[in-house]
DNA sequence: GCATGCATGTAAGAAGTTACATGATTGT
DNA sequence: ACAATCATGTAACTTCTTACATGCATGC
C-alpha cells in the first residue's frame, strides 16, 4: 500500500549513524556484524541510499578523486535521519518470518526417507557448529577488550543472540537424530519379535 | 534466473502427499503445523496448485457440487509429484535467512536509548513464552498419544524445533536486559565516585 | 596475464504480500 | 443484521536477488 523502501532504510541510517559510511562499506559492515541476522543486496542498498538523500535524510559528500582511481560517495546522516532513526527504533519491532526449509525436509521425510534426514541434519549441525564458533570468537575479542566501552555492547549482544540460536539449533538437531534412529529400532522391534 | 516457484512448490506437495486437499485446507495446514518456521499466502498458493497441474505434479478431483454451496477443488499428488517432492528431499536444504529486526534495534539503541530497548525486549520475552507455551502444548498431545506411531513424529520435531528456538530466544533477551542494566550502573558509578 | 578487492550502479525478473471480488452457510 | 468460516481466485504492488557493466589498483 505505502511506497516505502521496507526495512533496509534502517539498517542503513542505524550504520550511518554510527560513522558516515560509503554504500561498499556498509555492505560490509552488514556482512561482517549482521550477516547472521539480515542481509543486503547492492541492489538494494544502492538505490535506498539515493532515496534517503531524496528524503532529507542522508547527506552525500562525494570524493570525486580517491586513493584508487574510482570515485566514492560517503553518506552521512542528516538530523532529519537521526529523528527517523530515532522514531523507528521506538516503533515496536515486527515479529520475524521464519523459513526453515530443514524443518520442513525433516517433516516430511522423516518416516519415508530417514537416512537422507539423518544426513540433513548431520550437515546441520556442523553448520550450526561453526556459526556458534564465529560468534565465540567475536565474544573472545570483546571480553579481551575488557572495557566498559558502550560502543561494543551492541555488538556484544549480537555475537550473544548467534550463539544461543546456534546452540539451541545444534541441540534441536541432535536430539533430533536421536528420536528419529530410536524410531527406526522400534520398527524393528515390532517386526521382529 | 529459472522460472520457478521458489519453494511454495515443495510445502504443497509435501502436504499433498500426507493427503489430498483443497487450497483452502493446505492454508490452514500451514498456519497450525508450521506457522513458526513457514508461510504461505493465498496470492502463492492458488497460482501455483495450478503451475503443479501443469506441470504433471498433481491432479484435480474437482467436487463441483459440495456440502456448502461453494464448488471445491480437491488436488492430489500425482506419481510424478511423489518423484519430485522425492528429488526435492534429498537435496541439501538452503541455510535460512534469518532477518530479526529487534536485534538491529538492539544493536544501535542500547546505548542511546536503553530504556526503549528494554521495553521492547520485555515484549520479545513474553512473545517467545506464548510461542514456547504453545509448542509445550503441542509436546503434550503427541506424548498423550503415546503411541509410536511413525505420522506423528515430524510434527514432534517441529514442535521440538520451535521449543529449542524459543527458549534460545528468551534466555537472549533476559541475559540481554541484564547486560544493559550492568552497563548503566558502570556508566553511573563513572559519573558518581 | 588474471583474479581479487574496491567502488557504483542498473535492469530484469523472481518471490511474496495485500487488497479485493464473489458467494454460500452457520452462528450470535 | 452481522460477523465469521469455507472457498477460489486475481491484480497491483513491494521487496529482494541476480546478473551484468564499468574501471582502477594490487598481488600472484
Not at 522514531?87 to 537422507?116: H, N, Q
Amino acid at each position: 500500500m505505502k511506497k516505502d523502501t521496507g526495512k533496509t532504510k534502517y539498517i542503513l541510517l542505524g550504520l550511518m549513524a554510527k560513522r558516515p559510511q560509503t554504500g561498499y562499506s556498509i555492505k560490509k559492515s552488514i556482512e561482517y556484524e549482521f550477516r547472521h541476522f539480515w542481509q543486503e543486496s547492492f541492489g538494494q542498498i544502492y538505490p535506498t541510499l539515493k532515496i534517503l538523500v531524496d528524503q532529507g535524510f542522508a547527506e552525500t559528500s562525494e570524493t570525486e578523486t580517491t586513493q584508487n582511481g574510482r570515485r566514492t560517495i560517503t553518506y552521512t546522516i542528516t538530523e532529519r535521519g537521526q529523528a527517523e532513526l530515532q522514531r523507528w527504533l521506538s516503533e515496536v519491532p515486527d515479529v520475524e518470518k521464519l523459513r526453515y526449509e530443514i524443518l520442513l525436509k525433516v517433516s516430511f521425510g522423516t518416516t519415508t526417507e530417514p537416512e537422507i534426514i539423518d544426513q540433513h541434519l548431520d550437515a546441520f549441525i556442523a553448520r550450526n557448529e561453526a556459526s556458534l564458533a564465529e560468534m565465540e570468537g567475536f565474544l573472545t575479542v570483546f571480553k579481551d577488550l575488557e572495557v566498559h566501552r558502550t560502543d561494543i555492547l551492541g555488538s556484544e549482544l549480537t555475537a550473544l543472540c548467534g550463539k544461543y540460536l546456534y546452540t539451541a539449533m545444534k541441540d534441536w538437531a541432535m536430539e533430533a537424530k536421536k528420536r528419529i534412529s530410536d524410531q527406526k529400532e522400534l520398527q524393528n522391534e515390532t517386526k521382529n519379535p
